[in-house]
């Protein structure tokens, strides 16, 4: 029963001798570690899990009109109703931009409207988005139905297809009666869903060819936007560099804009995010500080006779103390054991139910944060041990011993 | 049997109390040697227990040298005085003292690990405890679940295990029967007899009376 150190052995049995009060202080330990180790996960699988849809669409860039150095996300399709005379891609410009692609990969133009939509007595509003034909049929994958032959038919994506109850077959009336006239088109083929993308989120739009958008909304030959496939993703910054020297010689005339950029902003809104949420956890550490405190101070104050003896019989101050640092190192490392073993089977639990997918619970920078709150736990405890153990090793042996 | 293992040089103690200071010790002079069996006596409050405390290095004097084994404890931290009370003192109180939450044989076996930095190996621990009639069985027994008399063995043993110079032992039969007091003497008086250097304070005539010699405290004075 006697292990080598019987400093470490005294320390022990002082928490087993009082079981109960010990286990409540370490359960504060593990509930802290369970926190913080688990809302660590659920931030970097949910930022993983972002990156990596992201990462989808690292090879595209899409070029818009120059807005006067506007917000990046606000360039995308669909985000303008009205927008000026000047703030397009004109024929040359694409014809620019085409000549600079051709040999890194595709380019196509993109027109773009919100408008109102009627279906039976339903109305609602969707983007309309002008494309090549050809383009349509590159780009976009058609789940029931066809691609569009004429200029009177279209395609439409999953959520307003759901949304409106359109089916291949189905009429649909575009633009507000009360303004103006209004174009009818036949939906040929529902699109596979797509997701939201920064060149074309076609889920809840309607698609058909350009020919059918001028004839709504005019606008022959000026686009809203360039979206580009680039073969190899390495060539992403010469293709980017290459379209600013040609188009902004002068003065800046388009935005350029690729995929990092996002991803960059939009996983380190998710890190400050994650580092807040845990420093509220960490608040619940705090908590189970107090309780280790409260359960050495007390410790110390009923042994402060047995502290007498010891002194008395020859034990240094140094080793009275590390006999109540082993005490709080013990809470703090058996919960902090427990708390990380628990972590693993709650944080999978929340990383799935938060996350949607637990592909990246296994991933190093997600299982770091169970080492990781296991140490601030432990540490917090020796931290916490260390007040309470210096003031049973400064004790006047004689003084000590007078206690009952 | 030669030389003083403990000697005194006008040693005073002043406790600052709140009520104002208190002289514990007026001017102690005196000189144990080696072998001798001395037991303090005097009225309680005379000062006998802080000059025991005083022999025995919990305490430092106000004033005054002590010297144990002829050095001076002045110039000693408090790490040398924990070093020397663990090496060179056994000291036996009143209320046995034993570790509650260690066996008997883990109370006399904790000196000699603190001294050694190692268990004992040499069976020294089971020599002594049978040898002041602690068997083995008993051994493995918590303080708490001996009898006065059992742990008061058990804390000789203790007091015994790093082989000190001396042995201090404070009303050592104050809280046993008179059977058991009687054991408890014949044990120390065997202990001087194989050359032990005693000091122990008492108020009892008759366990005084195991000692070689009685020196008389009053008020903080030896009469």
């Known amino acids: 029963m006697i292990t080598k150190d019987i400093i470490l052995t005294l320390a022990a049995r002082n928490v087993r001798l009082h ?6 202080a370490a359960l504060g330990i593990v509930i802290g570690v369970v926190a913080i180790a688990s809302i660590g996960m659920v931030g970097t699988n949910m930022t993983l899990s972002v990156t990596e849809e992201l990462s989808d669409m690292a090879n595209k860039l899409t070029v818009t009109p120059y807005r006067g150095g506007g917000g990046m996300m606000g360039g995308g399709p669909g985000g303008g109703g009205d927008q000026d005379d000047e703030d397009v891609i004109t024929e040359d410009e694409f014809r620019d931009i085409e000549r600079i692609v051709a ?4 380019a196509y133009t993109l027109m773009s409207e919100s408008d109102q939509i009627e279906v039976g007595s339903e109305t609602g509003r969707a983007t309309i988005y002008g494309l090549d034909p050809d383009i349509i049929r590159e780009i976009l994958i058609v789940e029931t139905g066809e691609y569009p032959k004429s200029t009177s038919s279209v395609v439409v994506g999953p959520t307003l297809a759901e949304r409106l109850d359109l089916k291949v077959g189905s009429k649909i009336k575009i633009g507000d009666p009360d303004e103006g006239p209004t174009t009818t088109v036949r939906v040929v083929g529902i699109l596979e869903e797509r997701g939201m993308s920064m060149d074309l989120s076609t889920d809840m739009a309607i698609i058909g060819s350009e020919k059918l958008f001028t004839g709504i909304y005019g606008g022959e030959g000026e ?22 020297d040609e188009l902004n010689r002068k003065e800046d005339t388009v935005t350029v804009q690729d995929s990092s950029r996002m991803m960059e902003s939009i996983t380190s809104t998710l890190s400050t995010m994650t580092t807040f949420v845990m420093a509220i956890a960490g608040i619940s550490l705090l908590v189970a ?17 047995e502290i007498g003896i010891l002194r008395a019989i020859g034990t240094q101050r140094g ?36 996350v949607g997918t637990a592909d990246y619970f296994f991933a190093m920078d997600s299982l770091i944060y169970v080492p990781m709150a296991m140490a601030i736990g432990a540490g917090i405890c020796l931290i916490t041990g260390a007040y309470p153990a210096w003031q049973a090793s400064k004790l006047d042996p004689i003084e000590a011993l007078r206690a009952e | 049997m030669s030389g003083p293992v403990i000697e005194l040089k006008g040693v005073k103690k002043v406790y600052n109390l709140p009520s104002g200071d208190v002289t514990a010790l007026n001017g102690v002079d005196l000189r144990i040697d080696e072998g001798e069996f001395v037991a303090i006596m005097g009225p309680s409050g005379s000062g006998k227990s802080t000059l025991l405390n005083q022999i025995g290095c919990l305490d430092r004097p106000t004033s005054g040298d002590l010297f144990l084994a002829g050095k001076n404890t002045r110039e000693m931290n408090d790490h040398d005085l924990t070093y020397l009370r663990l090496t060179s003192i056994g000291y036996i109180f009143q209320k046995f003292n ?9 109370n006399v076996e904790y000196p000699y690990i603190m001294k050694n930095r190692k268990p004992d190996d040499t069976g020294r621990v089971q020599h002594l405890l049978s040898m002041i009639g602690i068997d083995e069985a008993l051994s493995a ?34 809280n046993l029967d008179s059977q058991t007091s009687i054991q408890i003497m014949e044990i ?22 195991y000692a070689d010699r009685i020196i008389t405290i009053r008020d903080g004075k030896i009469v």
């Open chain 1, 319 to 354: 080793e009275v103390l590390r006999m109540f640092v082993y005490e709080a190192g013990i809470l703090g490392i058996v919960g902090a054991v427990i708390g990380s073993i628990a972590s693993l089977a709650i944080g999978y639990v929340v990383v799935f139910g938060m």
């Open chain 1, 223 to 244: 686009y809203d936007q360039v979206n580009i496939v680039v073969d190899d993703i390495n060539n992403v910054d010469a293709v980017k560099t290459a379209i600013e």
């Open chain 2, 98 to 106: 034993l570790i509650p939450l260690l066996s008997a044989y883990e």
């Open chain 2, 141 to 174: 027994h918590k303080p708490g679940e001996l009898s006065g008399g059992q742990q008061q063995r058990v804390a000789i043993a203790r007091a015994l295990v790093n082989d000190p110079a001396i042995l201090l032992c404070d009303e050592p039969t104050g």
């Open chain 1, 289 to 305: 500080a107090v309780s280790i405190f409260n359960v050495m101070m007390m410790s110390v104050n009923e042994r402060v006779r």
């Open chain 1, 19 to 24: 079981f109960m009060r010990s286990v409540l």
């Open chain 2, 188 to 209: 120390l008086s065997d202990l001087n007899q194989r050359g032990r250097t005693i000091v122990m304070v008492t108020h009892n005539p008759e366990t005084a009376a």
């Open chain 1, 103 to 106: 040999k890194y990969g595709i």
